[in-house]
C-alpha cells in the first residue's frame, strides 16, 4: 500500500489507478466489514472517515439504527480542511455505535474483524479505520477518541493512532459523545503519515467553541527524530498487563535509551480511578448529548399512540444494548442525590489526574505507557461490560487531561500486534510526533 506522503505526490491519472486498486481490494476483503459504503466520486487522495463525521450528502449514522435515513447536509471543518488539501472522503468506517464501545460490536451493521487474526476483535470504538489501514485496504483514515477509541484500536490493528491535544482540532461535525473528550485523530501506517494528516486536520475554528485558539506550526515540516528526550516511563501500569505488554515495554525503553533519549521512572494513580472518573463523566454528557435523537427533527421514527409512546418507542428500538446502558448510567448520575456523590466526585478526580500529569511535565518531554493491558482479545470473550470497559484503562487519562497522545506498533504476540503510546504536555504535538518518530525508527 502506498503511504499517503506518496499518494498526495501523484498525478490525477495515478490517483484514478489507485482508486480502481483500493476498491478491487476492499471488495476481495470485503469480510473484515471495515466499509460501510464507498463514494468515488471526490477528487484527491482517497481518505476513509469513520461514520460519525459529517460528509455533505452521505448518510452518517454513527453505526446506529436510529440514523438509518440521516443525510449530513454539511461538510465537518475536518472534512472542509481534506478537500483543500487534495484529500477527498472516500467511505465511511465501521465503528461502535454512537463511539460508545472497545471492540466494534456494538455496530448497527455487525462486528469488524481484526486483519491479523478474524477470530479477534480490532478494538474500537474506531474499529473499522484501525482494520482498513490494518488490512492494506486504506491509506489511512479518519478516527475520533474519547477515551482511547483511536490508540486502542490501532495498537490492535498494528498501525500508528494519533488523539491531539483537546481544542487542537475542530469537534464542528463530529457526532458527539463525551463532548469534553472527544477529539478528531489520523490513524495512518506510520507516523509521518500521521503527522501530514494532523497538519491537514488541525487548527482553529469559529464554529466550535471548544476549538483552542492557539498558535499553530506545520509539524510534518519540522519532523526530528534525532532530538534528545527526557521520557517518563510508569511503572506501575505494567503491573497489570500481559507478560507481552510489559516485554515489549522493557524492549521499547532499552531502545529509546540506545537512541539517546533519557528514561526518568515515574508512577501514575491507579488507573482505576480514571475508569471511574471517565465512565461517569462520559455517560453523563452522553446522555445529554443523545437527547436529541427522539424521532421528531430527524433519523428514524416508531410511531406511537402518542407524543410520548413516539419517544419510548424511536429509542427504544432505535439505540442498541449497549448505548442504552450508557444513557442510564448518565441519567443515574446526574439524577437528584446522586450528583454531587457520583458526577461532582468525578470532575475532582479528573482534575487530580491533570495536576498528576502537571507535575510529571515539569520534569520531562514526554510520557511512555502501553496502550491495552492485553493483545486483542476473541469475540465475545469479554462477557461482563466492566471487563470491557478496563481494555481502556491506560488510555482514559490522557483524555480526561486533555493531552496528544500516539500509539506506535512495537511489536506482536502471536502474530497479533502490540501498541505503545507517547503521551506529551498540552499543545506540544511536534515534540509528540518527533518521539514517536523515533521510537518507530528503534523498533524498526
Request: hydrophobic share 35%; proline share 4%; charged share 20%.
Amino acid at each position: 500500500m502506498v503511504t499517503l506522503k506518496e499518494a498526495l505526490a501523484m498525478n490525477e491519472v495515478e490517483l484514478k489507478n489507485l482508486k480502481a486498486e483500493l476498491k478491487k481490494e476492499i471488495e476481495a476483503k470485503k469480510d473484515i466489514n471495515a466499509y460501510i459504503s464507498l463514494d468515488e466520486s471526490g477528487e484527491g487522495v482517497p481518505i476513509l472517515v469513520k461514520d460519525n463525521i459529517q460528509v455533505t450528502g452521505w448518510n452518517v449514522s454513527c453505526g446506529s439504527q436510529i440514523l438509518q435515513h440521516y443525510i449530513a447536509p454539511y461538510d465537518a471543518t475536518v472534512i472542509t480542511n481534506m478537500k483543500n488539501n487534495g484529500l477527498a472522503p472516500f467511505g465511511r468506517a465501521n465503528m461502535d455505535e454512537f463511539a460508545m464501545g472497545s471492540s466494534t460490536e456494538t455496530s448497527f451493521y455487525g462486528k469488524t474483524l481484526n486483519p491479523h487474526n478474524s477470530s479477534c476483535v480490532p478494538g474500537g470504538s474506531s474499529g473499522g479505520s484501525a482494520a482498513a489501514v490494518g488490512a492494506g485496504i486504506a491509506i489511512a483514515a479518519l478516527g475520533s477518541d474519547t477515551g482511547g477509541s483511536i490508540r486502542q484500536p490501532a495498537a490492535f490493528c498494528g498501525i500508528v493512532g494519533m488523539k491531539p491535544t483537546y481544542g487542537r482540532v475542530s469537534r464542528y461535525g463530529l457526532s458527539a459523545y463525551g463532548s469534553s473528550l472527544d477529539q478528531i485523530g489520523p490513524m495512518t501506517q506510520n507516523v509521518e503519515d500521521a503527522a501530514i494528516l494532523y497538519d491537514i486536520i488541525c487548527g482553529y475554528d469559529e464554529k466550535d467553541s471548544t476549538s483552542a485558539d492557539v498558535a499553530y506550526e506545520k509539524v510534518s515540516e519540522k519532523l526530528n527524530p534525532d532530538r534528545k528526550l527526557t521520557i517518563a516511563v510508569v511503572d506501575n501500569y505494567v503491573e497489570g498487563a500481559d507478560k507481552a505488554i510489559a516485554d515489549a515495554y522493557a524492549n521499547a525503553i532499552k531502545l529509546l535509551e540506545a537512541q539517546g533519549h533519557t528514561i526518568v521512572h515515574k508512577t501514575l494513580m491507579d488507573a482505576k480511578y480514571d475508569v471511574s472518573a471517565y465512565y461517569i463523566t462520559s455517560t453523563a454528557e452522553a446522555t445529554t448529548n443523545l437527547a436529541r435523537y427522539d424521532g421528531v427533527r430527524y433519523g428514524n421514527r416508531v410511531e406511537g399512540k402518542d407524543l410520548k409512546d413516539m419517544y419510548v418507542r424511536t429509542r427504544s428500538e432505535g439505540f442498541g444494548d449497549e448505548v442504552k446502558r450508557r444513557i442510564l448510567l448518565g441519567n443515574f448520575v446526574l439524577s437528584s442525590g446522586y450528583y454531587d456523590a457520583y458526577y461532582v466526585k468525578a470532575q475532582k478526580s479528573r482534575q487530580l489526574i491533570k495536576q498528576e500529569y502537571d507535575k510529571i511535565f515539569a520534569e520531562v518531554d514526554l510520557v511512555l505507557t502501553p496502550v491495552t493491558p492485553s493483545v486483542a482479545f476473541e469475540f465475545g470473550s469479554k462477557k461482563d461490560p466492566l471487563q470491557m470497559y478496563l481494555s481502556d484503562i491506560y488510555t482514559i487519562s490522557v483524555n480526561l487531561a486533555g493531552l496528544p497522545a500516539i500509539s506506535v506498533p512495537a511489536g506482536e504476540d502471536n502474530g497479533l500486534p502490540i501498541g505503545l503510546q507517547l503521551i506529551a504536555k498540552p499543545y506540544d504535538e511536534q515534540t509528540l510526533f518527533d518521539g514517536a518518530m523515533s521510537l518507530e525508527r528503534a523498533l524498526q
